[in-house]
């Protein structure tokens, strides 16, 4: 059996102590998928230089921003890691990609991962590790990468990666309730080419949509997406979870494969 993979659009930080539409689909899903043995989450907030993946028995929870009440920095995701996972991961990619380092004192899981995972598994029980988005790679390296861990999908590892296809907290506006143009076109542009299973324009974005340098200004909120294209099979279609344009600049697109009927 496949494993579901997933592409969540984590939104702000704010929505661990505020739930909605999209975090109550959220939960949906992760009642309804089969339970894994163990996550392995790609996050926008985790940008480096090499490969990196948490190999820690206990990683932290890590409240990577500023800004916001205390009490969402008291929230903690306490589950376990899986150093065995981070040793298997290193195993598949590091053929290819030389640069894999693990990682197991510095990070942990930032709020990329933990702000969904809290609703997917509120119960924090279930091994989970992460891995960095290599800031140096190309696009396609991205998406070979996707392709060269679909093993794990018959493992019984679920794949989650975070971020978003439209984020421009430059043009962010918390007064606007008509998203602008540009966010609508590039998010209904990565929809409609993600529903017809045509890749290409997705994973070269820059020339592909005139409103792609407004949506996807800095790459890494986008590059977890390109992960969950490369994790795709070949039979399978994708199901929107939940989307929206928040903000005027936040695409909360989500989206998986093989995911079992939502009840």
């Known amino acids: 059996m496949l494993m579901p993979v997933l592409f969540i659009g984590h939104g702000s930080p704010m929505y661990a102590l505020e739930p909605n539409r ?45 800004g916001f009440p205390e009490e969402l920095s008291a929230i903690q995701y306490p589950a376990p890691g899986s150093p065995e996972l981070a040793l298997r991961v290193k195993d598949i990619i590091s053929p290819h990609f030389t640069n894999v380092t693990l990682e197991d004192g510095e990070w942990g899981l930032d709020h990329g991962s933990w702000s969904i995972l809290k609703y997917l598994y509120p119960q924090a029980n279930i091994p989970v590790i992460q891995m960095s988005i290599d800031a140096t790679l190309q696009n396609q390296d ?19 990666s975070s971020g978003n296809v439209v984020h421009n907290l430059r043009l962010l506006s918390r007064n606007n309730t008509s998203p602008p143009q540009w966010a609508t076109s590039y998010n209904d542009f990565f929809k409609g080419h993600l529903l017809t299973n045509n890749f290409e324009p997705l994973i070269h ?5 005139p409103y792609a340098s407004y949506a996807i200004p800095t790459p890494e909120h986008y590059l977890p997406a390109i992960y969950t294209l490369g994790l795709k099979h070949d ?19 989500s989206f998986g494969f093989g995911l079992p009927p939502i009840q």
């Not at 991205?142 to 679920?158: A, C, P, Y």
């Not at 974005?205 to 949509?209: C, P």
């Not at 039979?235 to 697109?253: D, R």
Request: proline share 3%; hydrophobic share 45%.
């Open 205 to 209: 974005w820059e020339k592909s949509s």
């Open 22 to 66: 999209h975090t109550q689909s959220w939960t949906l899903l992760g009642q309804n998928m089969p339970k894994p043995s163990a996550i392995l989450m790609l996050s926008a907030h985790w940008y480096t230089r090499g490969i990196w993946l948490t190999a820690m028995k206990h990683p932290k929870t890590i409240h990577d921003f500023s």
């Open 142 to 160: 991205h998406w070979k990468l996707g392709q060269l861990l679909q093993s794990l999908r018959r493992e019984n590892i679920l794949i989650i």
């Open 235 to 253: 039979l399978e279609s994708a199901h929107i979870i939940t989307e929206g344009i928040e903000m005027a600049a936040i695409s909360m697109l």
